[in-house]
C-alpha cells in the first residue's frame, strides 16, 4: 500500500475538518482526531497536500514524553494484535429519519417543547442494518499495552504503516491514560488517543520485549 493511501484512509471524510490529508508547520498530517499521522515534509517533499490554517498541530507537537523510549517488534506486537470477529453489517438500508431529519427530536406543536421523534423513537434513522455474512475484526475492541487501553483499529495501524516505512521496530515515546501515546514508524511519527472510562471486561493484554533505542 502507498503512503498517500493509508493517509487518507486515517482522516474523517464524514468531517469536514478531517477529511483529507494536509500540510502544516512543515509537517503532513492526516487525523480523525483519535489517531494523527505526522511526516516531516523534507522526508517526502511531493505528496503536496494543501495546509490547512484552521487546524493546530501543536498539541501533538508538544505532547509530553513521560517514559523513557524503547523500541520493539513489530512481528511481536502483531501476533497479539488478535481481535474478536463480529458480522459485518449492511447499512444500505439505514436512512436519516424524514420526520426528525436525523436529529432524533422533534418539537410540540402546542408546549414548543423538544421530544424523541415518534416514529424513529429518537434514533434518529429508520430502517434495519443486515448481517453479509462476513467476518470482520471489531475494530471498537480494547487492548491493553502497557497498562493502557487502545481501540484495535487503532493499535492494527501501527504494523500496517510499518510494512509501509519498511521498519521492523517501532519506537514508543509515550504511554499516558489522558494523552496520546507516540509512535515513531520509520520517518513517521503515529498519536493515538487512549480508550475513556471503565468497565471493561475480558480485555487482551500485549506485552512487548523492550528494547534500548539507539537513534
Not at 27 to 50: F, N, Q, R, S
Request: hydrophobic share 35%; glycine share 8%.
Amino acid at each position: 500500500m502507498e503512503i498517500t493511501d493509508f493517509l487518507i484512509q486515517q482522516c474523517d471524510r464524514e468531517t469536514e475538518r478531517f477529511k483529507a490529508p494536509f500540510e502544516k508547520s512543515g509537517y503532513w498530517c492526516a487525523t480523525d482526531a483519535h489517531i494523527a499521522v505526522l511526516i516531516k515534509k523534507e522526508y517526502m517533499p511531493l505528496l503536496g497536500y494543501p495546509e490547512k490554517k484552521d487546524i493546530g498541530i501543536r498539541v501533538l507537537l508538544e505532547s509530553p514524553r513521560k517514559i523513557i523510549p524503547f523500541a520493539f517488534s513489530v512481528k511481536e506486537f502483531n501476533a497479539q494484535l488478535t481481535p474478536e470477529m463480529i458480522d459485518e453489517m449492511d447499512y444500505s438500508g439505514v436512512k436519516d429519519c424524514p420526520d426528525c431529519y436525523g436529529e432524533g427530536t422533534v418539537e410540540c406543536s402546542e408546549c414548543g417543547h423538544e421530544h424523541d421523534c415518534p416514529k424513529c423513537d429518537g434514533d434518529g434513522t429508520i430502517g434495519t442494518a443486515v448481517p453479509t455474512g462476513r467476518k470482520i475484526p471489531n475494530g471498537e475492541e480494547p487492548f491493553s499495552f502497557g497498562a493502557v487501553l487502545y481501540k484495535y483499529k487503532y493499535l492494527s495501524q501501527i504494523p500496517r504503516l510499518a510494512e509501509i516505512m519498511g521498519v521492523k521496530d517501532v519506537e514508543c515515546h509515550n504511554i499516558d491514560f489522558l494523552t496520546a501515546a507516540i509512535f515513531k514508524i520509520g520517518v513517521a511519527e503515529m498519536f493515538i488517543m487512549p480508550v475513556a472510562g471503565s468497565g471493561h471486561t475480558g480485555i487482551k493484554q500485549i506485552s512487548v520485549k523492550k528494547n534500548e533505542v539507539t537513534s
